[in-house]
């Protein structure tokens, strides 16, 4: 049992640097940085060993980019995330780990990424993802988080980027068809971040945090959160409308940005706490399902 103790500090160790990678966030990053690369392909092409080959190093090696992004975000807001309820058990606000480790952590894995980017996927890919590590963890985190209550819509072009990484890991380019997905993404963050900063205002505040509703008030985000759920439905009728994608996701996209968009409108007129809560965890589950339509779409048209 004593001989058991070591073995369970190193697991244990290892989950909190684990934790500091934010992994809920980056298993979606990932996911639509995969569903780029399935999209920029033919069928056929899915039989070639080389696509596996590539788009497993790229799955690798943006997983390990943005896992670093999200543990430096960790480290520059250590004490705004001591504050605040949904992240104050994070292990630096814990000091389970330090600053020094968490540095050495986050360029071990970055710098790994990077290189495997760079020598097994193509110096494209490898240079837009060291641009949208540098937009998130410094232009975002550092600048226009504590800066501006328009962090979320700027500093969303980073966001947005994982399914033209995946569409440049597979082809060596970038073409129109990934820019709508990046856009589709760039829509969808203010709705998604603005339902969250809703029911978290007093933690903002309390953080010093200039969210919009905190500098503008429940009111307005409310109404900006509607207005950009408007914009985010219509963007996503983009895909068919360039015939990118045919009649499958168009119902998707519909049905989805139908219930988002009815979600919206209640919370712009009949606001509660828990309203909020229910948009911001269905914004997750309908940007998933809204790729996922991309993705049969593409691969499954009768």
Known sequence: MLASLPFR????????????????????????????????????????????????????????????????NCLVEQKIDAVMARTRARPLPMGTITTHE????????GGGG?????????????????????????????????????????????????????????????????????LIIFAWT??????????????????GVPMLPVTHGDRFTRLQVLLYTVILVAVTMLPFSTRMSGVIYL??????????LAYAIRICIAYTDELAKKTFRYSILYLSLLFLALLVDHYFVF
Do not use: C
């Open 251 to 260: 119902a998707a996209a519909a049905a989805l940005g139908g219930w988002f």
């Open 9 to 72: 500090n190193y697991t244990a160790r290892l989950q909190q640097f684990f934790q500091l990678t934010k992994p809920r966030v980056v298993s979606l990053i990932v996911f639509t940085a995969v569903i780029g690369m399935f999209l920029a392909v033919p069928a056929e092409t899915l039989s070639s060993p080389h696509f596996w080959t590539l788009a497993l190093s790229a799955t690798i090696g943006v997983a390990l980019v943005a896992g670093s992004a999200a543990a430096l």
């Open 102 to 109: 968490t540095l050495l952590f986050s360029g071990a894995i």
């Open 114 to 182: 990077l290189i495997i980017l760079y020598l097994f996927v193509n110096p494209l890919t490898m240079w837009l993802t060291l641009a949208t590590f540098v937009g998130y963890a410094v232009i975002y985190t550092v600048l226009l988080k504590p800066l501006t209550p328009q962090n979320i819509v700027i500093g969303g072009a980073s966001g947005a980027m994982p399914p033209v990484l995946g569409w440049a890991a597979v082809t060596g380019q970038v073409s129109h068809d990934a820019l709508l997905l990046f």
């Open 190 to 207: 203010p709705p998604h971040f603005w339902a969250l900063a809703l029911y978290r205002t007093k933690e903002y505040e309390k953080a």
